[in-house]
């Protein structure tokens, strides 16, 4: 299994952005998929989640900007951000639940990082 992610680049203060994060492989089900980012020198942070029935939640930070969704057919998430700050600056990495064809537990997979730069 592997997870894409794909959608980073340089943006204005105040422009857009849209991340996508696609899972491929042997997938049975994916429970839950997110985004997280890490700034340099801080710590990852979760920034969005939504489940497989579509529940959405977001960081404070993020909340009114950004807006996950989920297309189940293709295994992808997106991430659309919008009124961009500096302070999103980050690699942004998208994470999955999901289980694999045959296995019985759940497991965790990463995607690498795609960095959005945002220019004051």
């Known amino acids: 299994v592997q997870l894409q992610a794909c959608g980073g680049g340089l943006v204005q203060f105040g422009g857009s952005l849209r991340l996508s994060c696609t899972a491929s492989?042997?997938?049975?089900?994916?429970?839950?998929m997110e985004w997280y980012r890490q700034a340099p020198g801080k710590q990852r942070e979760k920034v969005a989640r939504?489940?497989?029935?579509?529940?959405?939640n977001y960081a404070g930070s993020v909340k009114g900007r950004f807006t996950i969704s989920r297309d189940n057919a293709k295994n992808t998430i997106y991430l659309q951000m919008n009124s961009l700050k500096p302070e999103d600056t980050a690699v942004y990495y998208c994470?999955?639940?999901?289980?694999?064809?045959?296995?019985?537990?759940?497991?965790?997979?990463w995607g690498q990082g795609t960095l959005v730069t945002v220019s004051s």
């Open positions: 939504i489940t497989s029935s579509g529940s959405t």
């Open positions: 994470f999955a639940n999901l289980r694999e064809y045959g296995s019985t537990w759940p497991i965790d997979y």
């Open positions: 492989g042997s997938i049975f089900s994916i429970n839950v």
